[in-house]
Structure formats: structure tokens, C-alpha cells
């Protein structure tokens, strides 16, 4: 049957990648991943997902189209509103104790959460002594994260999130529009260290007290995504901050017991204080 | 196919899409679902993706069967409703289990119809059973065809009997559907697929 095939074929090609670029999706939820290379084959000329195996292992210049498709980067600034004002309201005063902070924004895609964590910080008087790490494993989106350049039509949004996240000012405080693009401050950048870093190959590079990770692990399976919780609990410091996708779940992973909820409508959680 | 008794004791999972109108319509299906349905039931209904979802809320009171917003990797109950959580497509996975996304919207569309229909029908195959119901998109006609070729039952609203017909006729075009039913006829035939189960329960003689 052609769908027993799709399966196979599936397996092969993520082999494949993994074997010869390293890049490891072996992990990942299978259904959006099938979906993900549905019409693949067509993209690239192929018939199927075995052809476009032979295609990405004969033909490196193909293969960052194929990635940039298995990470297909959907973000948006202060997404989930209400998740920003919990940071804001609920870690935000306890991360003031610190006199130096790092934080991680793990798997940041295209960087609109990374300048929503830095422009939420800015507001209240943190990113200063803050360093954020923003990770994730393609390179193409890195580059545009760095950038910090996005589509003005996308600004409107943008904007009503954070005014709904109990934004202190309006967003256009920190961008500059023009030929319809919106190039964020280039002030945030000295406070974000842009990197490439893989969750289901690294290991912890950093101690950190807040974790951003948000609709990342839902595209983990069980063993990938308590793979990932484990880097962050690891990465954490005692009563460091762990905020997940408002649909994520840590209770299926072994590490839940090393946080408490402290905001569970918003996903946030607290690493507990003892070892 | 198109004899209910062949369906008994077949259908694992039951996919509900739906859209413009689909409040009203689920209003009436889902309370007719009896508690002994074996299957599990789930659904998209298309929303205004910023607020929040009280789908669970507002059937629960009025449902025999568990009512539940869908959770990612959470472990698929039978005898149980998932509603797809707005701004996320709801995805079958193994196990089962259930899978979410913020891929790209589909139709427009997050949760999809054809998102959800087509993850099913690849782990449910000939045990699924896709409804479309009122609509004003052609979400879900891509797949109610992924779901009749995988060999599951395909069943469609009335087009005169819907709110907005749009997504049935859209639907239609697509596969000819084994049944086509007005809202009371698939409460029915659900109540059907229960009131026989276990099959050893049901020796009543065939009807026509």
C-alpha cells in the first residue's frame, strides 16, 4: 500500500539527513512531519519521498530548502497576550532580584518571541543587565531573527498583542517602518546572542533563569520532548522560570517533578529549590 | 456501506468539521450522542482564533459523553469528545494519540478540518468515520476524500438542512458521500453505531 510506503520512505529520509547533514528529526511527531513532506516531493521535482532522498544526499544545495521546510517557521510577537502579562506580573518581579540574567529563548525561529521577551524586559528595566540566547537549529532562520526585520502588515497584530500583554508604550517605540517593512531597534540586538543549537543533539551550554520554549515541544515526540524538559530543567538555575505553549504539557515527561506550576493557565512553571 | 448494520462495531473515531452555523448544529448532534459510544469523537469548529475557547464548557452540561479540549500527547479516550483548541491544528498520531500545531492556517483556517481528517484517516483508516456539517468554506472536502480513500465512512449534511451549505456542497464535488443526512439522520445513525454495542447485545431483526 502506498500509505505502508509513506511510512517507510519517512524513516529513510530522516535517516538520511541525519546521517549525512546531522540535523536529527527522528524525533519529531510524526503526523506533522508526514504532513509537512506531503507535497515535498513535488517541491523539489520528485515523485517521492525516496527520490527526493536520493536528491538531498547526491545534491547539498538542495537540502536548506528541504530544512527550512521541516521547520517551517510560524511566529508571531506576544503571541498568547496573556502568557506575556503572567512574565510580566508574575516572574518579572522575582527576576529583579537578580543582579545579572540570562535567559533562553530555545527553538526562536524567525526571533518575533525572542523581541517580545527583549521588549518586554526593556519595559521593565531589565534587558540591561540581561542576556538572551536565542537558539534554534536553522540557520536561515537565525539570520532573519537576527535581522529583526518583518512585513509591515504584520505590525497591526503585532501590536494589539502587546498592547494586551500590558505593554508599557506602543510598539512602534521600537521599530522603524519603511518600504513596507518594519526593522526592529537595533539596541535589542547587543542584548541577544543569535545561535545555532539543536534540542535533540546539544546539550546545555548555559546556566539561565528564565527558559521561553513555546510551541517547540509540540512537535517533539515523548522521548524528543523529555529530552528537551531535561535541557531545561538541567539549564536552570534553582527557582529558574520554564514557560511552554499554552497547549503544551509537561506531565507527560519523567522531569515534571522538578517544577512546580506557577502560572498554569500560561504554562509557567518554577524549577523546584532543592538539587 | 451504505447499510448501518455493516458499521456496527467497526468505527473507532468519529471526525466532526464544521464552521459557519456549526455551534447550533453540534448543539443538536452531540447531546444525542448516547454514553455507550465506544468511539472516540473529534472535532473542528472554526472560531474567531483569539478568544478563548469555552467549546468544552458549554457542551459539557448538555453531553452524556466526556467533553474535552484537545492537549497535545494526550492519549485518545474512547467514548470521549475533543474539540480542537483555537489558533492550533488538531492532528492524529500514533498510539493514539492526539498531536497539535501552529503550522500554516489551511483554508484559512486554524484548526483545519482537512488537517485533522487527513492525520485520522492515516492512523484510523476503514475504523473512521468524517462528518461535514454546516460551513461557509471548502475546508474539509480534501479531507472527507482522504477519509473515503483510506476506506473510513464518509457522511454529509444535508445541503438544504444546513445553516450555510457551502462547505457540504464543496464536500460533495469532492466524494460522493455514503450518507447524506439531515442533523436528526446522523444523530441517529450515531445512536445506531452505540445501541449495539457490545454486537452480542443486538439480535433485533434487520429493519426493511
Known amino acids: 500500500m502506498a500509505a505502508e510506503n509513506i511510512d517507510i520512505e519517512l524513516r529513510l529520509l530522516l535517516d538520511a539527513i541525519y546521517l549525512k547533514y546531522h540535523y536529527d528529526f527522528r524525533g519529531y511527531a510524526a503526523a506533522s512531519l508526514k504532513r509537512r513532506l506531503t507535497n515535498a516531493p513535488g517541491r523539489f521535482g520528485c515523485q517521492t519521498l525516496s527520490q527526493l532522498q536520493d536528491k538531498v544526499l547526491h545534491e547539498p544545495a538542495a537540502f536548506p530548502a528541504l530544512l527550512s521546510l521541516l521547520t517551517v517557521p510560524v511566529s508571531e510577537m506576544f503571541r498568547d497576550p496573556s502568557y506575556f502579562r503572567s512574565l510580566r506580573e508574575k516572574v518579572v518581579p522575582l527576576l529583579r532580584t537578580y543582579p545579572s540574567l540570562k535567559v533562553w529563548a530555545a527553538g526562536c525561529s524567525t526571533g518575533e518571541e525572542v523581541y517580545s521577551l527583549a521588549i518586554l524586559l526593556h519595559e521593565e528595566g531589565l534587558l540591561e543587565r540581561t542576556l538572551i540566547y536565542a537558539t534554534d537549529i536553522n540557520p536561515q532562520s537565525l539570520q532573519k531573527a537576527a535581522a529583526g526585520v518583518y512585513a509591515v502588515d504584520r505590525i497591526a497584530g503585532f501590536t494589539e498583542n502587546h498592547r494586551k500583554s500590558g505593554g508599557r508604550t506602543s510598539l512602534s517605540d521600537y521599530y522603524t517602518a519603511a518600504y513596507g517593512r518594519a526593522v526592529f531597534d537595533k539596541s535589542f540586538r547587543r542584548r541577544i546572542v543569535f545561535s545555532d543549537h539543536s534540542l535533540a543533539t546539544d546539550s546545555v551550554f548555559a546556566e539561565v533563569q528564565l527558559v521561553s520554549c513555546r510551541n517547540v515541544l509540540i512537535y517533539f515526540n515523548g522521548d524528543l520532548q523529555n529530552r528537551a524538559v531535561g535541557l531545561f530543567r538541567d539549564a536552570l538555575c534553582r527557582k529558574g522560570f520554564l514557560g511552554i505553549g499554552m497547549k503544551e504539557s509537561l506531565r507527560f515527561s519523567p522531569h515534571a517533578q522538578a517544577f512546580v506550576e506557577l502560572v498554569y493557565e500560561d504554562r509557567i512553571f518554577q524549577k523546584r529549590n532543592e538539587p | ?208
Not at chain 2, 79 to 92: E, I, K, N, R
Not at chain 2, 116 to 141: C, H, P, V
Open chain 2, 1 to 208: 456501506m451504505r447499510d448501518v448494520e455493516a458499521l456496527q462495531g467497526r468505527i473507532d473515531a468519529i471526525a466532526i468539521g464544521t464552521s459557519a452555523g456549526g455551534v447550533e448544529a453540534l448543539s443538536i448532534l452531540l447531546p444525542a450522542l448516547p454514553a455507550g459510544l465506544r468511539a472516540s469523537v473529534f472535532i473542528v469548529l472554526h472560531l474567531p482564533r483569539e478568544r478563548p475557547s469555552l467549546l468544552a464548557e458549554i457542551f459539557t452540561p448538555k453531553c452524556a459523553l466526556k467533553v474535552k479540549e484537545a492537549e497535545d500527547k494526550m492519549r485518545v479516550e474512547p467514548g470521549t469528545v475533543y474539540f480542537a483548541p483555537p489558533d492550533y491544528h488538531l492532528l492524529l498520531d500514533g498510539g493514539p494519540q492526539l498531536a497539535l500545531s501552529i503550522d500554516e492556517l489551511v483554508h484559512f483556517s486554524r484548526p483545519s478540518i482537512d488537517v485533522l481528517f487527513e492525520s485520522a484517516a492515516d492512523i484510523y483508516g476503514e475504523r473512521l468515520m468524517g462528518i461535514i456539517l454546516t460551513g461557509a468554506n471548502d475546508d474539509g472536502a480534501a479531507g472527507l476524500a482522504a477519509i473515503h480513500r483510506a476506506g473510513g465512512v464518509t457522511i454529509v449534511q444535508e445541503p438544504d438542512s444546513a445553516q450555510v451549505p457551502l462547505m457540504v456542497l464543496a464536500a460533495l464535488r469532492r466524494t460522493a458521500a455514503d450518507f447524506v443526512l439531515p442533523l436528526e439522520g446522523i444523530a441517529g445513525l450515531l445512536q445506531a453505531l452505540a445501541s449495539t454495542e457490545p454486537r452480542t447485545q443486538n439480535t433485533s431483526s434487520k429493519s426493511e
